[in-house]
């Protein structure tokens, strides 16, 4: 009985620690659109920059390193009840496209940041938002440039193996 509980407290955290994408290797892809972009290196447990090309490659494709922290590194931590709270507007002096989860939309919506009342439901890009308050069932997403257009499509995993 206690090997039974040992075992589904180990595909617990196996099933919620992995992300098959972060093994991934570095892959710049093809084209001619260069954009300096982020992949998680399992080797040494860090995100690192490399050339993309534009096209193709895989899903260890991040635009900003915060995002490949949060979707590999498993110490980064956020206090996913930040997702909940209300989008706070106060004018200031400055004006940035900044994005909050709108909890009714089920969504991160666009708003003018303007420099002031941080609440942690204040995020400066669209995947970082996305990464931080996705369902929890969504936490596994392609960041490519198209998909955060109109939608984000996400791949959830089905069955996850435990590399420990």
Known sequence: ML?????ILIFQKCSLSYNKICFYREDEGYGKYPLEKYYYNATIGECMTFIYLGYGGNDNNFFTKETCLLTCNSSGTFDRRNCHKPYLRKECYDNHNHYYYDTQLRKCVAFGWTGCNKNGND???YEECIAKCG???ARYFSNKR???QDKVYFSAC???ICLI
């Open 3 to 7: 090997g039974i509980i040992l075992l």
């Open 123 to 125: 995020f400066r890009s």
């Open 135 to 137: 369902s929890v069932e």
């Open 146 to 148: 198209e998909f955060f």
């Open 158 to 160: 089905i069955l996850c």
